[in-house]
Structures are given as C-alpha cells and as structure tokens.
C-alpha cells in the first residue's frame, strides 16, 4: 500500500486526535515532500564553497 495524500492526512488527523501528551512528526512528511532534506551521506549534491576558514593561521 502507498502513502497517497488522503492516507497521510487521515494519519496525521488520527495521531493528533489521540490522546497521546507528545507528538513527533517530520515536516517532510506532513508537507508531502518527495524527497527528505536533511539525510547524511548526501554531501555530494550541495557543492562545498570554495573558501578558506584560516587563511595565514
């Protein structure tokens, strides 16, 4: 079965609806975004700027 955007939304409506004192989402999920923003090990799509932090240290 796949995340489709009426199941995410029932999902969510469920789990605030519960009686549970905390909640934990991630904002890709509840913002449909296909694709996850802070993941470790993609360094290599966001190029390095080409500065030196000390310079004649």
Do not use: C, H
Request: no cysteine; hydrophobic share 35%.
């Amino acid at each position: 079965m796949s995340m489709t955007p009426t199941l995410n939304r029932g999902l969510q409506r469920y789990i605030a609806d519960s009686n549970s004192a905390l909640l934990g989402l991630q904002p890709e999920d509840w913002l449909d975004m296909a694709e996850p923003v802070n993941i470790p090990g993609t360094s290599y799509q966001y190029k390095k700027l080409a500065t030196q932090a000390f310079r004649n240290a």
